[in-house]
């Protein structure tokens, strides 16, 4: 037997229950906000990030960089041990790994 879906109608009213835009955002509040947008164009110079070894579900990534290593932008800097669920993490500035205690820490 095979199954087929009851046909859907919509309310009878429908075009009576419509709430006007204007009052439903006077209802939310949303009257007052003002977005006078793009706050700014341009980069963000970073100097320094943090990468945590523990991103996911599974346990913390191993770094395969050591203390000192230069790295590039998009270089691999940990992945997670074989068999287990994890992610592997990149960097995301050039610069030099400067700590690794629970996170991988890179400055330019």
């Given at each position: 037997m095979k199954w087929t879906p009851?046909?859907?109608k919509a309310h009878p009213l429908v075009n009576d229950r419509r709430t006007p835009v204007k009052r439903l955002m006077k209802r939310l509040d949303l009257d007052k906000?003002?977005?006078?947008?793009?706050?700014?164009?341009g980069a963000v110079e970073t100097?320094?990030?943090?990468l945590p070894l523990k991103q996911?579900?599974?346990?913390p990534?191993?770094?395969?960089?050591?203390?000192?290593?230069k790295v590039k932008t998009g270089?691999?800097?940990a992945v997670p041990k074989e068999g287990n669920l994890?992610?592997?993490?990149?960097?995301?500035i050039d610069g030099r790994?400067?700590?690794?205690n629970g996170a991988i820490v890179i400055e330019k």
């Open positions: 009851a046909p859907v906000f003002v977005n006078k947008g793009p706050l700014q164009d100097r320094r990030v943090v996911h579900a599974g346990p990534a191993e770094p395969i960089v050591k203390l000192g290593d270089a691999l800097v994890g992610a592997s993490i990149h960097a995301s790994v400067v700590s690794m």
